[in-house]
Structures are given as C-alpha cells and as structure tokens.
T-cell receptor
Framework: GIQVEQSPPDLILQEGANSTLRCNFSDSVNNLQWFHQNPWGQLINLFYIPSGTKQNGRLSATTVATERYSLLYISSSQTTDSGVYFCAGAYYGNNRLAFGKGNQVVVIP | DTEVTQTPKHLVMGMTNKKSLKCEQHMGHRAMYWYKQKAKKPPELMFVYSYEKLSINESVPSRFSPECPNSSLLNLHLHALQPEDSALYLC??????????FGEGSRLTVL
C-alpha cells in the first residue's frame, strides 16, 4: 500500500510564527487530504487537495502531484492551531485512505 | 459544526457488556466508515460500507459488529471487548471523490 511520511514529527512554535509541514507519498495519489485533530480528538477536514494550491484564512496547502508531496503552511500561528496535523491519500476509487503518523504542533503564547 | 454526528461521546463498559456506537450523516454520502484510533497514532480503518453494503472489513475481530440500517446511519455493535479495545472510535462519510468527513468520535473505555 501507499506509505505516507510526514515531517517534522514535532514542532513547537511561538505564537505569531509561520511554519510549513510536509507530506511525502510513496506512490501517486489522486485523493489527498489534510486534517487537524484538536485536543478533544475531533478530526477536522482542512483541505482536499490532490493537486494545486488552496487557501483558507491563515492556512494554505500546495500539492505537487508529479513529485508526490504536499505542503501545509500555517501563518501567524495561534494557540488554537495546536494539535496534530495528519495528511492522508489514496488512489481514486480506493476507500483505504493511507494516513501519515502526524505532525504534533504546539503553539505557545 | 460537524455534519457527521456520533453518539455517545464517551462510553465505559465492562468486558461482558453489549453496547453500540451510533453514527449519522445527512450529507447524502454513500460511503461510511469506522476507524479506530489509539493515543498518539493515526486512525486505523476498520470497516467501510458503500451503498449500504459492507465493502471492506480490515480483519476486525468479531466482537466488533458493524451495521448499516440505511444510507444515513451506521452502527458499531460491541460485545465481549477487551481492555486493549479502549480507544477513540471515529465515524466518517465520503462523497464520490473520496473526501472524508469525520464525526467527533466516541471515546471508549473497557474495564
């Protein structure tokens, strides 16, 4: 199956700082998502981004499908950005979404 | 607010109990999923229902029994669980392109 590698595994940020999270895939995917899991366990859908660039407020994501990686940018980080960020991917039509191990992000005031 | 609703949010059960987790979505999605997540790990797929039929069972022990009564509802029946089954159980649904939407989860503790 597809292997997903996320980096860095852990990140501590000062409030207001910017950061970039990276996700590498072992094979091509055409379903790619970024999630944020808050401290209460809820997995929030951030982006569905099999290719291209999308922005949502202070967050943006870019996927370079031909090179099998995706980036998540957090700008002007806030304490509410703390949590675990997961990327996940699959072939189109395959319901087995492969998850990375996550990026643990802590934003300190 | 999530459009996938899970109940209960928390459940404590003994190893001889029978309980059920419930999930509901009203987004018209035709695929529904159960995932299990242990602390500091990514979610692990358990079951997938597509058009109300079980399409994937990831070799889950029979003490977990899924049920899909209709296209909006998904249940997970629990019986004779072990303490190591304590985890966060996540329900999700997806549309045609496979984009997953998760519920808030049910945190299960088995004593």
């Amino acid at each position: 199956g597809i292997q997903v590698e996320q980096s860095p595994p852990d990140l501590i940020l000062q409030e207001g700082a910017n950061s970039t999270l990276r996700c590498n895939f072992s094979d091509s995917v055409n379903n790619l998502q970024w999630f944020h899991q808050n401290p209460w366990g809820q997995l929030i859908n951030l982006f569905y981004i099999p290719s291209g660039t999308k922005q949502n407020g202070r967050l943006s994501a870019t996927t370079v499908a031909t090179e099998r990686y995706s980036l998540l940018y957090i700008s002007s980080s806030q304490t509410t950005d703390s949590g675990v960020y997961f990327c996940a991917g699959a072939y189109y039509g395959n319901n087995r979404l492969a998850f990375g191990k996550g990026n643990q992000v802590v934003v300190i005031p | 607010d999530t459009e996938v609703t899970q109940t209960p949010k928390h459940l404590v059960m003994g190893m001889t109990n029978k309980k059920s987790l419930k999930c509901e979505q009203h987004m018209g999605h035709r695929a529904m999923y159960w995932y299990k997540q242990k602390a500091k790990k990514p979610p692990e797929l358990m079951f997938v229902y597509s058009y109300e039929k079980l399409s994937i069972n990831e070799s889950v022990p029979s003490r977990f029994s899924p049920e899909c009564p209709n296209s909006s509802l998904l249940n997970l029946h629990l019986h004779a669980l072990q303490p190591e089954d304590s985890a966060l159980y996540l329900c999700a649904s997806s549309q045609g392109n496979g984009e997953l939407f998760f519920g808030e989860g049910s945190r299960l503790t088995v004593l």
